[in-house]
């Protein structure tokens, strides 16, 4: 983006509004929010723990992950979370017996603040237990409720269609364990199919042994479709259709639409072994599908891998969201000029001013601002405005944006007759005081520029020249 102006004569206004592609930067983030309550975020997952940054600020925020599985030659893999705050959390892709041997893959992540909603078409809740006991098929009491944790009084809404998502949401132990849930009853049946009775757990397959106390994070919701905030939506509880990876995978449903990020839990425990849903394949979410399978561990018992059918509950998204950035360019007097009026001998303060009125975030460091000096004024490279508080040639205001700026790094210059095309470009150098030479002046700010659908998201660059 270029921002020009004539010869200032006064007060003088441009507006631009440019989608994010037009801005001359790399594609948007994946990171997207549906409301200051809820966003879903992609990325791949490694043995490593990596911090993951969030686009909301949460009091508490409720995490659910799930690893898309490249082939049945990866090795069993889930995810684990550690280290949650209000604005990040920390995830790796493991083995049960914390092996670091595994297949990187996508991780796909629903974040919701804890609490009850029912807005926008999004009736839901969120909410962490602790689970100091570990179900499983090796271990006393093996799926029994006394090894589970009951939430259904927790809950403050009621569900026709409902669907239960879950995670294992610490790491006290070091060792893997995996979220399901089902009616507290019978371990075969999905929650509220017994008296409107919910039950969750962490459980280790086929392993004889226990797990320390570890929070399980959970996420119940209406079934249903709709559009939130530019992300196109659809949760819903599946048929008892979907088996193991050792048997055939992928197994899927049919959802309508060509989504891009899915969540997925399965339902209840058919199989006994102990199972989880994992996303399926090179493609998990092709146009109107979701491929998956049912995962097992491979330490203990029958390491086949092979399953019995089971339901998997699903949420899913599809990216419609748009960055849509206002600029507006402004002149005004100089603090410290001698007249009241913009004429030569005159000094006057540009200010270039950005507002993401869109609803997608924008990658990290890509912004770029190229302005062309005119050829009637003079880039002044000393203090913006003499006597006042202020003291640098340029002045940063980061305003809602997120964004950061350091002069040293992110401000460059180029005497060039042409306009660069890139920061890397803007390679000159401003001489102390007035500066002729100067004709173009170059910002690269820092950090991922937050969209402002869902509050306000600006920020401003000022600077001064002398009219000639």
Not at 139 to 149: D, S, T
Not at 151 to 168: C, D, E, H, M
Not at 425 to 450: E, H, L, M, Q, T
Request: proline share 5%; hydrophobic share 40%.
């Amino acid at each position: 983006m270029t921002a020009s102006t004539a010869r200032p004569t006064g007060r003088l206004t441009q507006a631009l509004a440019l989608a994010c592609t037009l801005f001359g930067f790399a594609p948007c983030a994946f990171g997207q929010a549906l409301s200051l309550d809820l966003e879903v975020v992609k990325f791949v997952g490694t043995s490593s723990w990596q911090t993951i940054a969030l686009e909301n600020t949460y009091a508490s925020p409720v995490i659910v992950c799930t690893y898309n599985l490249p082939s049945k030659a990866s090795p069993s893999a889930t995810t684990r979370i550690q280290a949650v705050t209000p604005n990040s959390f920390q995830l790796k892709v493991q083995q049960f017996e914390n092996s670091t041997v595994i297949t990187p893959g996508d991780v796909h992540c629903i974040i919701a603040d804890r609490g009850a909603y029912n807005s926008g078409g999004l009736k839901f809740e969120a909410g962490t237990v602790t689970a100091d006991r570990t179900a499983g098929l090796s271990v006393p009491n093996n799926w029994g409720l006394v090894n589970n944790e009951e939430i259904t009084g927790s809950l403050s809404q009621s569900y026709t269609n409902p669907v239960v998502l879950g995670q294992v949401m610490s790491s006290a132990d070091a060792k893997a364990s995996v979220f399901w849930t089902y009616n507290c009853v019978n371990r075969g049946a999905p929650p509220f199919t017994s008296g409107g009775r919910v039950c969750v757990g962490k459980h280790i397959g086929q392993i004889n042994g226990t797990r320390a106390a570890e929070t399980l994070g959970y996420i119940v919701l209406e079934a249903g479709a709709g559009l939130v905030n530019g992300m196109r939506f659809t949760a819903a509880l599946g048929a008892d259709s979907v088996t193991g990876v050792g048997n055939n995978p992928p197994y899927t449903y049919n959802v309508g639409n060509d989504f891009d990020i899915g969540i997925l839990t399965q339902a209840a425990e058919d199989g006994g072994q102990g199972g989880w849903a994992v996303l399926y394949g090179a493609d998990p979410l092709p146009a109107n599908t979701v491929h998956m399978a049912i995962e097992e561990e491979t330490v203990a018992g029958d390491t086949s891998r092979t399953h019995t059918t089971e339901q998997v509950g699903y949420w899913l998204f599809k990216d419609e969201q748009v960055a849509d950035i206002d600029i507006e360019k402004t002149v005004d007097l100089a603090a410290n000029n001698a007249t009241p009026y913009a004429i030569p001998g005159s000094d006057v303060v540009y200010t270039i001013s950005a507002d993401n009125v869109g609803n997608k975030t924008i990658d990290a460091d890509s912004i770029f601002i190229v302005d062309e000096i005119p050829p009637d004024v003079t880039f002044y490279n000393g203090d913006i405005d003499g006597p006042g508080p202020l003291s640098d040639a340029v002045i940063f205001t980061a305003g809602a944006s997120g964004l950061t700026f350091d002069p040293a790094s992110d401000l460059g210059f180029s005497t060039a007759a042409a306009k660069p095309a890139n920061f890397a470009a803007c390679n000159g150098a401003a001489s102390p005081g007035y500066d002729a030479a100067v004709r173009w002046i170059c910002f690269n700010p820092k950090g991922r520029f937050r969209a402002g659908s869902l509050s306000a998201s600006d920020f401003s660059i000022a600077f001064r020249v002398g009219i000639n």
